[in-house]
């Protein structure tokens, strides 16, 4: 019988299987939905699948380049433990390869592609997850460049808790383009310079700012100018052309990058977990529960 898409939808559902796990199941047992449930458990996909619902927020965040590519990534797990596990790390080293060699645009996309071991880097991740014991997911990437006049930055803080990627372009000294990734693990700005900032933005700190100055008791007649400062203050701290170097604090990003004829084009910052919310387990209520159930 066909297999169709409902079908592969409910499979999925019931199981946490991949798509195209789904789809094969379905495809060698006929349509039957119980025997594709099997067949999934028997391949030690469903296995895997029953620790969908757990969650993964530790991992590790990795960066790799190849001449004018580079990539950064987020693999995530359950425990700070199988994080550093040389299994787990090795798994993350070689979806990076990966992603840099195919350069897929989305994470779904990714999943689906074949790996050269012949296994799609979502079964690649499922057999990790069966053989580690927890769950394990790519949860983001971001693939860049730059040109034979650029340079990378590169920075893992604390082996791999926040990874940095820069993008410097008049350079091609990699050292410089470190410090500046260095500066971003630690200051975690939001943009390189005061353009990429919305309008809409600056005019909802603008309007902030305002009010807190008018709350302030401050005259009206230089609320507009105190409110400017204020706002230049605040570019400051999102900006990472106009922060205080961390390197050398009497000197901005933006003037140690230009006194080597450079400049900033990009960056990536990813801080392991960040967004994600962290079940909280009461050690104590575990134990009283179990004491109460023998």
């Not at 030690?44 to 969650?55: E, F, L």
């Not at 091609?172 to 933005?201: F, G, I, M, W």
């Amino acid at each position: 019988m066909a297999v169709t898409a409902q079908m592969v939808k409910e499979l999925r559902e019931k199981t946490g299987a991949g798509m195209m796990d789904c789809k094969k199941a379905l495809t060698e047992t006929n349509g039957d939905m119980e025997k594709a449930i099997d067949f999934l458990r028997e391949k030690g996909i469903a296995k895997a699948a029953k620790k969908a619902d757990r969650v993964a927020a530790e991992g590790t965040t990795y960066v790799l380049s190849e001449g004018n590519d580079a990539v950064i990534l987020e693999v995530n797990a359950e425990t700070d433990f199988v994080a550093k596990n040389e299994n787990f790390q090795t798994l993350v080293k070689e979806i990076a390869q990966h992603l840099l060699k195919n350069k897929p645009a989305t994470v779904e996309e990714a999943l689906d592609q074949k790996m050269e071991n012949g296994s799609t880097v979502n079964e690649y991740i499922t057999a990790a997850i069966s053989k580690i014991g927890e769950k394990i997911t790519l949860r983001r990437f971001a693939l860049k460049t730059k040109t034979d006049n650029g340079a990378f930055g590169e920075y893992l803080h604390m082996g791999g808790r926040i990874g940095v990627l820069t993008v410097l372009e008049g350079i091609t000294d990699a050292s410089v383009a470190k410090d500046v990734a260095l500066h971003v693990a630690a200051l975690n700005p939001k943009y390189v310079s005061r353009d990429q900032v919305s309008q809409s933005e600056v005019e909802h700190e603008r309007q902030v700012l305002t009010q807190q100055a008018l709350n302030e008791g401050k005259p009206e007649k230089i609320v507009a100018k105190m409110v400017e400062g204020r706002l230049g203050k605040y570019f400051e701290e999102i900006c990472v052309v106009d922060q205080a170097f961390v390197k050398n604090p009497d000197q901005k990003v933006g003037k140690f990058v230009e006194s080597h004829n450079a400049k900033i084009v990009d960056f990536v910052r990813y801080e392991v977990g960040e967004g994600i919310e962290k079940r909280q387990d009461n050690f104590a209520e575990e134990v009283m529960s179990q004491v109460k159930k023998n």
